[in-house]
C-alpha cells in the first residue's frame, strides 16, 4: 500500500521506534511534530487492521484546519490517495463519509462516519473534539493520539481520554496497540504545565513511559539553515526560546493580575460545527451573540495597535463579560487606526445588531496631522461608512494603576455574585491571557510596562492588557464603592 519513502528526522524517528505504551513529543515551531502523526497514524494503520484509533484535540477547529491537511500530507507523499466515490476514483482512505465497499469492514464500525477517518484495510480514525463531548460518548478505542496536548485540561485527559483506549485486548499483540500518545507544543500557560510531568514518568518508568523533546534545530534538513537564522533574526529572543527552541517559561512572581486564572477565565467551547453542501464541515464562532451589540476597546501605540471584541451575556443568576476577539496591526498598510478597523469591520460586518460601543485609552483623542480628526473620530467614521453605529464610551484619563488593579483582580476573584464572570475566547484570544500570565507589577500597584520597549513581542506585552482595562474600569469601577467616575476630557 505504502510504496514511498519519506524522510523522518531523528527525533520523529526515535519516537516512532519507540516501544512505549505512553508517549510524548514536545516540539517547537518548524519540528516537524504535526508531520509526526502522519507518520505515526501510518504505522498503526499497517501495524491493526479494522482497529479503532482516536485523535484528539481541544477543538474540532483544531483537527479540520491544522492537524488533519498535515497529516493528509504526509499519507500523500507515502503513496496514498483519498478517495473520490462520486467521480469513482479509488482510493486508500476517506474522511467523513461512508467508505466504499471495496474497504475492509472495522472490527466494530462506527454508527456514522462524520467524524472518522477510514483506512482501505478497516483501520478507521475517530476525530475526538473536547469541546463537543457527543464525539466522545460510547467510543472504545485500541489507540490514541492527542494533538496539542497540553491545551486539555489535565482532568479531561485523565478521566475522559484516556480511559477510552480499552478495545480489542485480545485481538492484537502490536506494541501500538492500546498505545497514548501526546503531541504538544513548549506550554506558555500554567494550565498547560502538567504536561511536562511526562519527563518525570519517563525518567522513573522508562519501560512504560516515552518522552522527547525537538527543536526546529533537528528538521534543518527538511527547513534548509536559513530558516532558524531567520526566525531569530525577526522575533523576540523569548519568542524564539520558546517556541523553536522549547525553552521552558518562567512564572512571573509580581505579576499584576494575581487573581488571573487561565483555567477559570478561558473559554475553548466557542464553536459551533455545520455540514456545507460538498460535505465539508465549517466553524463558526458561538460566543458572539448576534442580537446584542459589540463592544471594541482600543490600546493606541505607534508600533503595535490593538483591540478586543467584548459582550455582556446576562443569565438567570450571574452574568459574563466576554472578550470574544482581539485584533492588531503591528505594521500598516495605510495607517493602523484605519487598518485595524478595517480588519473588525471585514470580520464582523454580518453582526446583526449594528450598535458598537468604543473604549479606549486616552491617546485615541490624540488628533492626526493630515486630516485633524482624533482617533476616535476617524474610527467612528469608518464604522458609520460600513454601516454601524458607533457610541463612544471612553472618556478622558485613563484610570489610576492602583485602582484598576484593585477593581480587575476583585472581579477575576469571583468573591461577589453581582459582578460579571470575566471569561475569554482562547480560541480566538491567542495573546491576552499570555500577556495578562505575564505581566508584572512595579512599585505602588504600577503595571510594569517595559515589556513594550522596541525588540520585544508586543504581541505577548501589556497592551491587550491595557484594552481589557480600558473597558473594565468604566464599565465596572462602581463595585469599587461610590458612584461611578468621570475624568475631565483633554484632547491632545
Given at each position: ?28 515551531r518548524g519540528s516537524g511534530k504535526t508531520g509526526l502523526i502522519g507518520h505515526h497514524t501510518l504505522d498503526k494503520m499497517i501495524a491493526l487492521p479494522r482497529a479503532k484509533s482516536g485523535l484528539a484535540a481541544l477543538t474540532y477547529n483544531q483537527l479540520l484546519n491544522n492537524t488533519l491537511p498535515s497529516m493528509e500530507n504526509i499519507w500523500r507523499l507515502s503513496g496514498l490517495r483519498e478517495a ?195 460535505g465539508i464541515w465549517i466553524s463558526k464562532s458561538s460566543d458572539v451573540k448576534q442580537e446584542l451589540p459589540l463592544e471594541l476597546s482600543f490600546d493606541f501605540n505607534a508600533a503595535f495597535t490593538s483591540m478586543i471584541v467584548c459582550q455582556e451575556h446576562s443569565y438567570a443568576n450571574y452574568s459574563e463579560f466576554r472578550v470574544c476577539d482581539e485584533i492588531y496591526v503591528e505594521e500598516a498598510t ?159
Amino acid at each position: 500500500m505504502i510504496n514511498k519513502e519519506v524522510y523522518v528526522n531523528e527525533k520523529q524517528d526515535q519516537f516512532l521506534n519507540a516501544s512505549q505504551r505512553y508517549k510524548d513529543i514536545i516540539g517547537g515551531r518548524g519540528s516537524g511534530k504535526t508531520g509526526l502523526i502522519g507518520h505515526h497514524t501510518l504505522d498503526k494503520m499497517i501495524a491493526l487492521p479494522r482497529a479503532k484509533s482516536g485523535l484528539a484535540a481541544l477543538t474540532y477547529n483544531q483537527l479540520l484546519n491544522n492537524t488533519l491537511p498535515s497529516m493528509e500530507n504526509i499519507w500523500r507523499l507515502s503513496g496514498l490517495r483519498e478517495a473520490k466515490p462520486l467521480i469513482r476514483e479509488l482510493g486508500h482512505y476517506i474522511v467523513g463519509k461512508q467508505p466504499p465497499d471495496y474497504f475492509a469492514k472495522p472490527l466494530q464500525p462506527p454508527r456514522n462516519y462524520q467524524n472518522v477517518i477510514s483506512f482501505i484495510n478497516g483501520y478507521h480514525i475517530q476525530l475526538i473534539s473536547m469541546d463537543r463531548p457527543d464525539t466522545i460518548r460510547g467510543v472504545s478505542l485500541d489507540a490514541l493520539d492527542v494533538d496539542e496536548k497540553g491545551w486539555v485540561k489535565q482532568d479531561e485527559y485523565t478521566k475522559v481520554l484516556s480511559p477510552l483506549v480499552r478495545g480489542n485486548i485480545h485481538e492484537y499483540s502490536h506494541p501500538l496497540h492500546h498505545s497514548n500518545c501526546g503531541f504538544s507544543s513548549m506550554p506558555w500557560l500554567a494550565k498547560q504545565q502538567w504536561i511536562l510531568d511526562a519527563e518525570v514518568l519517563a525518567q522513573n518508568k522508562s519501560h512504560k513511559y516515552f518522552y522527547i523533546e525537538a527543536t526546529a534545530e533537528d528538521n534543518l534538513a527538511v527547513l534548509g539553515p536559513e530558516y532558524l537564522e531567520d526566525a531569530q533574526e525577526r522575533l523576540p529572543q523569548i519568542v524564539y526560546l520558546v517556541e523553536y527552541m522549547n525553552h521552558r517559561v518562567k512564572k512571573v512572581t509580581n505579576a499584576f493580575y494575581p487573581a488571573f486564572n487561565d483555567e477559570r477565565h478561558c473559554d475553548y467551547k466557542t464553536w459551533d460545527y455545520d455540514l456545507n453542501e460538498a460535505g465539508i464541515w465549517i466553524s463558526k464562532s458561538s460566543d458572539v451573540k448576534q442580537e446584542l451589540p459589540l463592544e471594541l476597546s482600543f490600546d493606541f501605540n505607534a508600533a503595535f495597535t490593538s483591540m478586543i471584541v467584548c459582550q455582556e451575556h446576562s443569565y438567570a443568576n450571574y452574568s459574563e463579560f466576554r472578550v470574544c476577539d482581539e485584533i492588531y496591526v503591528e505594521e500598516a498598510t495605510t495607517n493602523l487606526i484605519d487598518d485595524i478597523t478595517r480588519k473588525f469591520i471585514a470580520q464582523y460586518q454580518a453582526h446583526q445588531e449594528k450598535d458598537v460601543y468604543i473604549y479606549g485609552d486616552r491617546n485615541g483623542n490624540n488628533k492626526q496631522v493630515i486630516s485633524g480628526q482624533t482617533f476616535y473620530e476617524r474610527i467612528q467614521e469608518l464604522l458609520r461608512s460600513a454601516g454601524f453605529n458607533p457610541m463612544l464610551m471612553a472618556q478622558g484619563l485613563d484610570a489610576p494603576h492602583k485602582k484598576r488593579y484593585m477593581l480587575i483582580n476583585d472581579l477575576l476573584a469571583e468573591k461577589n455574585p453581582r459582578q460579571p464572570h470575566i471569561r475569554i475566547n482562547q480560541n480566538k484570544c491567542k495573546y491576552l491571557p499570555i500577556a495578562l500570565q505575564l505581566a508584572p507589577m512595579k512599585g505602588d500597584f504600577e503595571k510594569d510596562k517595559s515589556s513594550e520597549k522596541p525588540g520585544n513581542d508586543q504581541k505577548r506585552a501589556t497592551h491587550l492588557t491595557d484594552c481589557l482595562d480600558n473597558i473594565v474600569y468604566p464599565k465596572y469601577n462602581h463595585f469599587l464603592g461610590g458612584e461611578s467616575e468621570y475624568y475631565e476630557v483633554r484632547v491632545a
